[in-house]
């Protein structure tokens, strides 16, 4: 028998998970070196000094408004420690050392770009639902990506940027994407906070 969990959240509202600072923290001290840019982010939840936005951001805007309107609109929002650098991210080269937390819904097209980006030899890593029994994962993530696994799941934040979300139904890993070569993807577990020392 299948057990259907509904989270709860509207669907209007499921592809703008916000990162938690403590899961940033920990990717940043995986990966070994600051990010340089957020490739799927909003002013209020972006974790870098500059950002794109995800191409569901820009339509929803674009139903209302011209795309320069957009921009304007963007950039009032923005606080003193970021910068929107370029709109509907998937359609844009990403630089080195980026991070995502993709839309939900558009897991696999954000990977995909990823690999992109991978085979370009501009490395990242990705927030990721830990589905490894998925059609999605075992296609896009077998193999030339180091797969951190974390010791429990991490919580994410509303919108904003900074209500906690309570409690996701589901864990979470991050995904390294090195431009060296890594063979069937290694699996690292990890105990959440390690990036702890980041925050201070």
């Known amino acids: 028998m299948a057990i259907l969990i509904d989270s709860g959240t509207p669907a209007s509202d499921k592809n703008f ?16 070196r600051p990010f340089d840019c957020d490739v799927a982010a909003e002013p209020s939840t972006t974790k870098c000094s ?17 795309r320069e309107e957009v921009l304007a609109q963007i950039r009032e929002a923005e606080n003193e420690r970021s910068v929107c650098i370029g709109l509907d991210s998937l359609n844009l080269n990403w630089p080195e050392h980026w991070w995502c937390n993709p839309p939900f819904d558009f897991k696999p097209e954000f990977i995909t770009k990823a690999r992109q980006q991978q085979a370009n030899g501009k490395p990242g890593m990705m927030l990721l639902p830990y589905e490894p029994l998925t059609t999605w994962w075992r296609r896009l ?27 996701a139904n589901f864990g979470c890993a991050l995904i390294a994407f090195p431009t060296m070569k890594v063979g069937p993807s290694p699996r690292i577990p990890f105990a959440r906070g390690i990036g702890a020392r980041q925050a201070v």
Do not use: M
Not at 50 to 66: E, I, W
């Open 17 to 32: 998970w916000a990162t938690t600072w403590e899961c940033f923290y920990d990717a940043q001290e995986l990966y070994g």
């Open 50 to 66: 500059r950002y794109f936005t995800s191409h569901l951001l820009l339509d929803r805007l674009l139903d209302y408004r011209s």
């Open 141 to 167: 993530l077998a193999d030339e990506v180091i797969i951190y696994e974390p010791n429990g799941r991490y919580q994410f934040y509303e919108r904003d940027g900074k209500t906690r979300k309570n409690g």
